[in-house]
């Protein structure tokens, strides 16, 4: 009797966790579409929705904030899961996206991009007007992806020399991360002024690019990802108990840490190639997901894809709150709340990087 009653306050409990996040995305994505300088009131931005407010108003909700909402919804549940994932393949609980080094490589293709190829700026200089004409977004995120995507099937590489194991991947990451981050510094070194502001702008994560177009990949992406995650809940639950227990089990690690690297990694870079770096929501997320309802995947997953898009969606709130008319950069917000969770972490685990919480 009594584990049936353990068993009903649980699924109880399960239940609250998630009806409380799903309440919480709806109200901060309500939120988030009466935000912003336009002011708009709830009845027009209801009238705007439906197609029937005044023509800017519609622009305004359809072409500017809906985009923007959508974009914070599938990116911040892309970035957390992906740190999940992480955490728990290469059983580090600081463990996160840039871990291998994957902004820090959307960045210099962006970068390249930018300055170079896409911006023209090695022969446009300093002139705005041909930049304006020149840029083309789509190519700076694809070049992006590219650079995150070989930085990632690099650092893999590498680590089948040392039969995968979690700390060379970790150091792989690092190491890796430095070169792309050094070979920034010395493109960013020799751009023209504008092609510098540029670039450095586009390393700020904002929201306010995403189009219903980017939207769709992202979403894509993303789905792909949670999918295979979620049909690997009950490997990854096995691999929290070590690396031998799960072989006994049946599970090939090292092809497991592999796929659920590489997935896990082009996700980020698809979020990062069009919004720019958000960083600490794979950190901060799946370590409160972990906290609501404990390590099983079969919960993790979800509930980290919601606490990601609560906390994405409640950054881009308050940047666009504390602009005055102008949105600041979503991810200097997430940093400023990651921060001190990422050292209180490491605090209270005493410098310890084991994945178990």
Not at 10 to 37: C, D, E, H, N, Y
Not at 62 to 77: N, V
Not at 245 to 263: H, P, Q
Request: net charge positive; with cysteine; glycine share 10%.
């Amino acid at each position: 009797m009594r584990t049936e009653m353990t068993t009903n306050d649980q699924s109880r409990k399960r239940a609250r966790v998630f009806f409380v996040l799903l309440a919480a995305v709806a109200a901060m994505s309500l939120i988030s579409l009466l935000t912003g300088p336009s002011h708009l009131s709830l009845s027009d931005t209801a009238a705007a929705l439906a197609g029937t407010g005044s023509k800017a108003d519609v622009r305004i909700l359809r072409q500017i904030r809906l985009p923007r909402l959508l974009a914070a919804l599938i990116a911040g549940a892309g970035l957390s899961v992906s740190g999940l994932i992480m955490q728990t393949t290469l059983h580090n609980s600081m463990a996160s996206p840039s871990t291998l080094g994957v902004s820090n490589a959307a960045v210099f293709g962006a970068n390249l991009s930018i300055i170079a190829f896409a911006g023209g700026f090695l022969s446009t200089g300093n002139n705005v007007s041909n930049f304006t004409a020149g840029a083309n977004p789509y190519a700076t995120g694809f070049m992006a992806f590219l650079f995150s995507a070989a930085s990632v099937l690099l650092i893999l590489g590498l680590c089948r020399l040392r039969s995968f194991s979690p700390d060379a991947v970790v150091l792989a990451g690092i190491a890796v991360g430095a070169v792309w981050t050094a070979a920034t510094t010395v493109l960013q070194f020799y751009a023209t002024d504008v092609g510098l502001s540029a670039a450095v702008i586009w390393n700020f994560g904002d929201l306010s690019r995403a189009t219903y177009r980017t939207d769709a990949i992202m979403l894509a992406t993303v789905a792909a990802g949670l999918l295979f995650f979620s049909r690997m809940a009950w490997r990854y639950n096995a691999l929290l108990s070590g690396a031998i227990t799960a072989k006994s089990m049946g599970v090939n690690v090292e092809l497991l840490r592999f796929f659920s690297l590489l997935f896990a990694s082009v996700m980020t870079a698809v979020c990062v190639s069009f919004l720019g770096v958000i960083g600490f929501v794979g950190i901060i997320c799946p370590h409160i997901a972990k906290k609501l309802l404990g390590q099983d995947h079969r919960l993790s997953i979800p509930v980290s894809a919601l606490s990601g898009s609560l906390l994405l969606l409640l950054a881009d709130t308050l940047s666009r709150s504390m602009g005055g008319g102008s949105a600041l950069p979503v991810g200097a917000i997430t940093s400023l709340l990651g921060a001190p969770f990422f050292i209180f972490i490491i605090f209270r685990k005493g410098g310890a990087p084991d994945a178990a919480d």
